[in-house]
């Protein structure tokens, strides 16, 4: 099981949209519809904002969207906030109830 | 409400055993998976494995098989990972982490217990 590969860092100003990229394998992303995406603050527990590749749990705002296209799974952070300033990461479902996440990206608002 | 209460920071030396714990509420302990995952200082999340506390069915990551014993007690809806023999390289963070029903993602958290292993 190797870590999916997400880009180190992205930056943008406020009230832009930025996207980070999630690639695994024909294994994992390629086989399941079952990404799931994570925020984490420091020295916070990780919170889900999306499941089942492109649904939000409630409470998470329009602003996170999320998509797939072969291998490699996708989060859309739209209208980018102060507060969304965290490090995000992807997961996958990878079958027989196993799971692989994402190197993580670290998301900065300038 | 689905709360997951983790047991607090450990200070451990190297080659001492250790077992901490995740207690479940507001949700059928039972019916669940629970699945445990480890955050290294300053690195990404990773699964190590996953348990199902109506029969302790247990699935390993192949990294952490071996190094480490998935168990859960039904009795006080609480689940347990734990280790033999610890080295300095199992310092971090480690959060239990409840799937939905459909098993695709991590919906509730707990608040982690940091291990710290040193001599």
Known sequence: QSALTQPASV?????????????GTSSDVGSYNLVSWYQQHPGKAPKL???????????????????????????????LQPEDEADYYCCSYAGSNTYVFGTGTKVTVL | ????????????????????????????FTTYWIGWVRQMP???????????????????NPSFQG?????????????????????????????CARPGSSLSSFDFWGQGTLVTVSS
């Open chain 1, 11 to 23: 930056s943008a100003s406020p009230g832009q949209s930025i996207t980070i990229s999630c690639i």
């Open chain 1, 49 to 79: 904002m999306i499941y089942e590749g492109s649904k939000r749990p409630s409470g998470i705002s329009n602003r996170f969207s999320a998509s797939k296209s072969g291998n490699t799974a996708s989060l859309t952070i739209s209208g």
């Open chain 2, 1 to 28: 409400e689905v709360q997951l209460v983790q047991s607090g920071a450990e200070v451990k030396k190297p080659g001492e055993s250790l077992k901490i714990s995740c207690q479940g509420s507001g949700y059928t």
């Open chain 2, 42 to 60: 300053g690195k990404g999340p990773e699964w190590m494995g996953i348990i199902y506390p109506g029969d302790s069915d247990t699935r390993y």
């Open chain 2, 67 to 95: 190094q480490v014993t998935l168990s859960a007690d039904k009795s006080i809806s609480t689940a347990f990972l734990q280790w033999s023999s610890l080295k300095a390289s199992d310092t971090a963070m480690y959060y």
